[in-house]
């Protein structure tokens, strides 16, 4: 088959190739008659190919009306009225302009009327080569009408689901209508999963556009208590920079509501774009965020934060997982934010908790060079009775989609509580005492990172919760090895002053499958202490020998 001359080919850039069967009539698109059959048709370029297995399609024209239509594996389609392929994109950016008149100029087109169904019965199969981020997309109907002269449409579009990059979105619903005054439309969508992040339910957008302006609502996940979001504002288009403002921001997190009373976006390109007066409050909690353009950065950003209460945000991840207990208070300052970042940060992180174990006041000084993903961190923790000690090293941030934020940070502990250990093993001992100092390192995924280091201890004691014995431990050295706890010989000591050779180690996993593996050697030790109430299995009083 050769649909296209050579000096066509060459033009388009297209090489078509493969089998059909053609009973026209006409010279050109808009008066052609008749049925076309494909099959195994190819289509190459010098960077994609695009293959149809099956497409057969008539047209035919009725009172002065045409009437189209294309059957293929991958979609069915039906179009009826007084419509031509000349004329119809000039009068679509004719219509345009009725609603958008700077963003559209005014251009003279022979109206048309066109009445239309598709159903896409593969639309990846048509997309993938053009949309290579759409992992599922099965299913989806374009019906409606349009009239081009009396500036009228109604359309509507319906995917039962559809995956891109990851993101899912169940059950995509999209009504417009149209007449001379305004342009109304509203999107719904049933739930909206984005990997790593809280699925969001119940997701609807609509608005009315009119004279280069869209007057918006969004509103997310309105039917649960925990998330939901409610905004709405105005959206000009009348220069060359669109502007946002924002009437109504309410956006409930863990319960909480942060409400802006205004906010202002000012959006050119990435390079010229500002931000002003959005101060997002729930609270003493206070988020403010500013940006303006900069000749020599493309633009400067300020993220002021006040008590900002982490654990209000204990959904994500690492928050969660390492149970992050702190308010944070202080400014981060990003140059050229949508390019290769420059970031300086000064952060407090008052009354800091780690799983349950409080530290203290830790100060954060933060920093990245444009030339790096890697965020610099310096930390140090504030006058505090149980600790001194500091740290230093880097997160480095996803260079891509899909890549996991990885951490680097050596920690110097000086003088520390050794109850910190109980962060680890709060399930196996309780109520440990005693001072410790040491290095501690945590490398790898920021949501499990490997802990590895010593810890020398000094007049400890502890108590075996299950066991009900307190043990005491005198200057023993505690190791940690990619997230095993080791014990090499460690002295302990009972209440009777009876002593005991412990070896062997905790292994800490991601904190929820610990197991252990320990070996004991002693003449005369109490392993078992309890009374009735401390355990429902049994209760003894055990002196044994043990290797």
């Not at 991958?74 to 008149?101: C, E, I, T, W």
């Not at 969004?218 to 998330?227: E, V």
């Not at 863990?254 to 390079?271: E, H, L, P, R, V």
């Not at 320990?518 to 355990?535: A, H, S, V, Y």
């Amino acid at each position: 088959m050769g649909l296209l001359s050579p000096e066509q080919e060459k033009q388009f850039g297209w090489v078509i190739a493969g089998k059909t069967e053609i009973d026209l009539k006409g010279n050109n698109l808009d008066n052609i008659e008749g049925k076309l059959k494909l099959e195994n048709v190819a289509l190459q370029t010098s960077k994609r190919s695009f293959n149809i297995e099956r497409l057969e399609a008539a047209s035919f024209f009725l009172q002065g009306k045409r009437e189209l239509v294309l059957w293929a594996d991958m979609l069915n389609a039906r179009l009826n009225g007084d419509f031509n392929f000349k004329d119809f994109v000039p009068s679509v950016q004719r219509y345009l302009h009725h609603y958008f008149p700077y963003r559209f100029p005014y251009v003279a087109a022979r109206p048309q009327e066109i009445d239309f169904v598709v159903d896409i019965n593969d639309p990846k199969g048509i997309l993938k080569e053009f949309v290579p981020q759409i992992d599922t997309l099965p299913k989806a109907i374009l019906k409606g009408n349009f009239d081009s002269a009396n500036y009228n449409l109604n359309l509507t579009a319906d995917i039962k689901h559809a995956v891109l990059s990851g993101t899912g979105l169940y059950n995509f619903q999209f009504d417009a209508q149209s007449d001379p005054h305004d342009l109304r439309f509203d999107t719904q969508l049933d739930s909206l999963h984005i990997k790593g992040a809280p699925n969001i339910p119940l997701l609807d957008l609509s608005g009315i556009v009119y004279n280069d302006t869209i007057d918006f609502e969004l509103r997310a996940a309105a039917d649960t208590a925990a998330y939901n979001a409610h905004i709405d504002g105005l959206l000009f288009a009348n220069r060359d920079t669109l502007t946002m403002r924002l009437d109504t921001t309410i956006l409930v997190s863990n319960y909480k509501a942060w409400k802006a009373t205004t906010g202002m976006f000012i959006y050119k390109d990435k390079n010229y774009f500002k931000i002003e007066d959005l101060l997002l409050a729930q609270g003493d909690q206070r988020i403010a965020l500013s940006s303006y353009p900069d000749s020599q950065v493309n633009n400067k950003t300020t993220i002021s934060l006040d008590n900002i209460n982490l654990m209000d945000f204990s959904y994500i991840k690492p928050i969660g997982t390492l149970g992050i207990e702190t308010q944070i208070s202080g400014d981060v300052d990003i140059d050229d934010l949508f390019g290769k970042q420059l970031i300086n940060a000064q952060l407090l992180a008052a009354n800091f908790v780690f799983r349950g174990q409080k530290i203290g006041d830790i100060n954060l000084i933060a920093d990245k060079e444009k030339s790096s993903n890697h965020l610099n961190l310096g930390i140090e923790v504030g006058s505090s009775h149980d600790y001194e000690m500091s740290g230093k090293g880097y997160v480095a941030l996803p260079e891509k989609k899909g890549d996991k934020v990885m951490i680097d940070v050596d920690a110097d502990i000086k003088r520390g509580n050794l109850r910190f250990l109980e962060a680890f093993l709060s399930t196996v001992v309780s109520d440990t005492e005693g001072e410790m100092r040491g290095n501690l390192s945590f490398k790898g995924n920021i949501e499990h990172p490997a802990i590895s280091g010593q810890l020398l201890t000094r007049n400890a004691a502890t108590t075996v919760d299950y066991l009900q014995t307190r043990y005491q431990l005198h200057n023993q050295i505690i190791q940690f090895d990619n997230s095993r706890l080791r014990f090499d010989d460690i002295i302990l000591t009972d209440r009777d002053q009876n002593t005991a050779t412990l070896s062997g180690m905790f292994n800490l996993g991601n904190f929820k499958n610990m197991f252990m593996d320990i070996r004991m050697e002693t003449n005369n030790f109490l392993f078992l202490d309890t009374k009735i109430g401390d355990n429902d299995a049994f209760m003894a009083l055990l002196m044994a020998r043990a290797i």
